[in-house]
């Protein structure tokens, strides 16, 4: 196979922070070596630029794009049909792994493998599984159920009690879920709600403990309240989601169960101001503080998909600064996720998966504006961004 070097450019390391001058050699889809005086049988001119590993989004909505708004009034196809564009918007922008909080089914992965259109790899969760009355259930009170979301491969989400709780995982499973999420709260977006705290503590030890029996799988909490996340924490789910209002216990007990914070502060903080911008900040900070391992997450189409890199700058300026920003949406990224064996880093072994900036520092606020190009599996991706479908009406 062709060894390509990537030469004259510098390499960010997320497990340190530094940045330092090296070429990349790149064999197939692997890193093949990383240091000076490499030799290659090709070469991809660098200068002036920094390598770094390819982005981990672990939290967007790839199906939601064009049909969240009404469901009810689209072909069920517009759905799935959507994720393309958002796919190859995302991967323009570097993102290369990304986490569906909901939406997808295990379909959309497989069509990636097999080469059909091209975008980041996918991990799915099928459904949000949720309580009665919970987000995931979509009920009316002059029609009743009108689950536009429903069909095989996105099976029932809703549950009441430990048993039907180990049923439900069992359901995604079934499906293909990689990860099981459900919602312990109610909606910022739609405002109410979000302090509750949703499910029993027996039914949210269920959820944890039959995903783990399912093949190892992870629970991801939608909680936006400190109550929730720390019910979540105390049962051992993997990551709490947004966690807006986070409070000292709440990331005390996150911290000590080791319980990931996808913080998705572009739900607050893009587009018109939020009056919970603060807040949100602020659980960051105490997280951060407390020791609670970040990753990055866009919750992506609540923002654009072409805004989806702003959530690293976001991060930056909570406390994580510039490093600790561009090392959550890579190497603890990957952490999170379960594969930092293969991605995350710019080391031989792994994954070549890359983004080249312009500009050797790790200035975090235009990242976008700086992609040059991209690497996923090895290939370069090159081109302009697709461009962006339209934001749901919430």
């Known amino acids: 196979?062709?060894?390509?070097?990537?030469?004259?450019?510098?390499?960010?390391?997320?497990?340190?922070?530094?940045?330092?001058?090296?070429?990349?050699?790149?064999?197939?889809?692997?890193?093949?070596?990383?240091?000076?005086?490499?030799?290659?049988?090709?070469?991809?001119?660098?200068?002036?630029?920094?390598?770094?590993?390819?982005?981990?989004?672990?939290?967007?909505?790839?199906?939601?794009?064009?049909?969240?708004?009404?469901?009810?009034?689209?072909?069920?196809?517009?759905?799935?049909?959507?994720?393309?564009?958002?796919?190859?918007?995302?991967?323009?922008?570097?993102?290369?792994?990304?986490?569906d909080a909901w939406g997808a089914d295990a379909g959309l992965p497989l069509a990636l493998a097999r080469g059909w259109f091209e975008g980041p790899d996918v991990l799915v969760s099928l459904r949000q599984v949720c309580t009665t009355g919970g987000l995931g259930d979509h009920w009316s009170a002059r029609y009743g159920p009108v689950d536009g979301f429903g069909?095989?491969?996105?099976?029932?989400?809703?549950?009441?009690?430990?048993?039907?709780?180990?049923?439900?995982?069992?359901r995604m499973v079934r499906a293909g879920a990689d990860w099981i999420k459900v919602t312990a709260t109610g909606s910022l977006t739609l405002g109410r709600g979000v302090h509750d705290v949703q499910l029993t503590e027996a039914e949210m030890t269920a959820l944890v403990d039959e995903a783990a029996r399912q093949g190892g799988r992870g629970v991801m909490v939608h909680a936006h309240g400190a109550r929730a996340a720390e019910l979540a924490a105390r049962a051992g789910a993997r990551s709490v989601e947004h966690g807006t209002f986070l409070d000292e216990a709440a990331v005390a007990a996150m911290a000590a169960s080791g319980t990931w914070l996808v913080p998705t502060l572009s739900t607050s903080h893009g587009g018109e101001a939020s009056p919970h911008a603060?807040?949100?900040?602020?659980?960051?900070?105490?997280?951060?503080?407390?020791?609670?391992?970040?990753?990055?997450?866009?919750?992506?189409?609540?923002?654009?998909?072409?805004?989806?890199?702003?959530?690293?700058?976001?991060?930056?300026?909570?406390?994580?600064?510039?490093?600790?920003?561009?090392?959550?949406?890579?190497?603890?990224?990957?952490?999170?996720?379960?594969?930092?064996?293969?991605?995350?880093?710019?080391?031989?072994?792994?994954?070549?998966?890359?983004?080249?900036?312009?500009?050797?520092?790790?200035?975090?606020?235009?990242l976008a504006d700086r992609v040059r190009a991209v690497w996923h599996h090895g290939r370069r991706v090159v081109g302009p961004a697709t461009p962006e479908v339209a934001r749901p009406v919430f």
Do not use: N, W
Request: hydrophobic residues 45%.
């Open 1 to 99: 196979m062709t060894r390509t070097l990537l030469t004259g450019g510098a390499v960010f390391e997320p497990a340190s922070g530094r940045v330092e001058q090296a070429e990349v050699l790149l064999q197939g889809d692997r890193i093949l070596a990383v240091g000076t005086g490499l030799d290659g049988d090709t070469a991809v001119d660098c200068a002036g630029g920094l390598l770094l590993p390819g982005f981990l989004d672990c939290h967007v909505h790839l199906c939601l794009g064009a049909s969240l708004g009404q469901p009810g009034d689209r072909p069920r196809s517009t759905r799935p049909l959507s994720a393309v564009p958002a796919l190859r918007t995302l991967l323009a922008q570097g993102i290369t792994t990304v986490r």
């Open 151 to 170: 069909d095989p491969g996105l099976p029932d989400p809703v549950f009441d009690g430990p048993d039907q709780a180990r049923a439900v995982v069992r």
């Open 278 to 366: 603060a807040d949100h900040r602020r659980a960051v900070r105490l997280a951060h503080a407390a020791g609670v391992p970040i990753a990055m997450g866009t919750d992506a189409p609540e923002r654009p998909y072409a805004e989806a890199l702003r959530e690293i700058h976001y991060l930056a300026e909570a406390g994580l600064g510039p490093a600790g920003a561009l090392r959550a949406a890579t190497l603890d990224a990957a952490r999170l996720l379960g594969l930092a064996a293969d991605r995350g880093e710019i080391a031989p072994g792994k994954r070549a998966d890359l983004v080249l900036l312009a500009g050797a520092e790790l200035a975090t606020d235009a």
